[in-house]
């Protein structure tokens, strides 16, 4: 098991498109574990492989409450099962220290393979639902900073670029 580097905005390699997984092997279930132990480390509630600069159709979520378990997620797809769309503040460590509300479609029903290649189906709403959307976004080249104004979205570019470079200077 190891941790990863995370990627940061606005690294262009978030923009890539994910492939689908194949099979799910043993290196597969390598990567699983590695993001696990990597999500963990940094604190979030989700992870794609997008984040960790492996191009595959693999996410992890742990939300870390009583009602979840943690769930792997390969080869996602969803569909939104209602109009109704809900605002929530996301966050992101590929976008480090900014949240911002971002509306999406509140319910979905999830289809994926889980860490042993087993296909399955979830419906999911509130905050479940906003992770599933935002992971599956990043295995698309989608980060939430996209759906804010262009104004927002520069200033929280050249805050992150400013960071970087006295990061690398100290
Ligand atoms: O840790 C995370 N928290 C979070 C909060 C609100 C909406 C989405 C998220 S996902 C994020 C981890 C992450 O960046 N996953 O890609
Ligand atoms: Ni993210």
Known sequence: MAIRPILEFPDTRLRTIAKPVPVVDAAIQALVDDMFETMY???????????????????????????????VLINPTFETLTDTLDEMQEGCLSVPGFYEPVTRP???????????????????????????????????GKL????????????????????????ATS
Not at 46 to 56: N, P, R, S
Not at 151 to 164: F, Y
């Open 106 to 140: 509140e319910r979905i029903r999830l289809r994926a393979q889980d860490r042993d290649g087993s296909p399955y189906e979830l419906e999911a709403t509130g905050l479940l639902a906003v992770c599933i959307q935002h992971e599956c976004d990043h295995l698309n």
């Open 41 to 71: 480390d940094a604190g979030g509630i989700g992870l794609a492989a997008t984040q960790i600069d492996v191009h595959l159709r693999v996410i992890v979520i742990d939300l870390q409450d009583e009602e979840h378990a943690p769930l």
């Open 144 to 167: 939430f900073v996209d759906y804010l104004s262009n104004l927002k979205r520069a200033r929280i570019r050249t805050k992150l670029v400013k960071a970087k470079k006295v990061e």
